[in-house]
């Protein structure tokens, strides 16, 4: 486990280490409440969270997991790779890694101005490929590269190392959803050709939904499929700083960034907890 799972985790939330670390609190005379305590320990801000020693806990903090698909569960960027490849190969395009570079750029573009509502949902499939294209002043239709592209990421089966496991470790100690924003044409088969669909109590896909995270009416959706529980029993994992940690942040879940290798950090992003990889996961939960 990461010396910052072991930080931000929740493994010091317990009875025990609220009365150790408040009666340290009034021996130096501190006026902060209990729910001001909680949180200055979870974020790690309080020096004595250093010193205190890890507790096991009374109970489980949540009840429900909600997990994110792309890059959480599913090997996007893997799938992603493959389905581009076939796709421009096929057509006796350009294709090499500085290519794929290029389209993850565009497309991630894209995906932000879609969730940000710059970009409305019918444009989404098809310009992500007019603009590659165009970038390398290639004639051809981009909705037909469009179209083969879904169809080959569609088709797609890469799991993240150690998703299959964590699924199964949680399943029958929490209730499990899935959150993504994706295309219903494209998440819905990937659903059937990994075999994880079981695992949910409820999918929720932004295509179906008709909004994305991190609106707040996705996680409103979300929030009803659950029958509207405690908002501070629902923690939120996701590898998207914003779609994912920032949207559960601001409707009032707890959140853990999974930060992938070669991911950027967010300093002031707030996560309740980092991992670098979901097989860190079950440590968060302990
Ligand atoms: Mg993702």
Redesign the pocket.
């Known amino acids: 486990m990461s010396l910052t799972t072991v930080l931000l985790g929740p493994h010091v939330a317990n009875d025990l280490l609220m009365a150790r670390y408040s009666s340290l609190k009034q021996a130096k005379g501190a006026a902060a409440g209990a729910g001001n305590s909680r949180k200055a320990i979870r974020s790690g801000t309080s020096p004595t969270s250093l010193t205190l020693p890890r507790q096991k806990p009374h109970r489980m903090m949540y009840d429900w997991l909600l997990f994110?698909a792309?890059?959480?569960i599913w090997d996007f960027d893997a799938a992603e790779a493959h389905a581009l490849e076939r796709t421009l190969l096929e057509r006796d395009l350009e294709w090499s890694q500085e290519v794929l570079s290029t389209y993850r750029l565009i497309n991630r573009a894209a995906w932000d101005d879609f969730e940000k509502g710059r970009l409305p949902k019918e444009q989404l499939r098809d310009i992500r490929f007019k603009r590659l294209l165009e970038h390398y002043r290639h004639d051809h239709p981009a909705e037909e590269l469009s179209l083969s592209y879904r169809n080959y990421l569609a088709a797609s089966h890469h799991l993240l190392e150690g998703a299959l496991d964590v699924l199964q470790r949680v399943q029958g100690r929490y209730r499990l959803g899935l959150i993504t924003n994706g295309l219903k044409e494209v998440q819905r088969p990937r659903l059937q050709n990994t075999g994880i669909a079981p695992f949910f109590d409820f999918i929720a896909i932004s295509d179906e939904i008709g909004v994305a995270k991190p609106d707040a009416a996705f996680f409103a959706h979300a929030q009803a499929c659950m029958g509207h529980p405690g908002k501070d029993r629902v923690l939120v994992i996701?590898?998207?700083p914003n779609a994912?940690i920032r949207g559960a942040l601001d409707f009032g879940y707890d959140a853990c960034w999974l930060r992938l290798p070669g991911t950027a950090n967010h300093p002031k992003l707030g996560a309740t907890y980092q991992i670098r990889r979901i097989s860190e996961l079950p440590d968060v939960l302990k």
């Open positions: 994110d792309d890059n959480t996701g590898d998207n994912d």
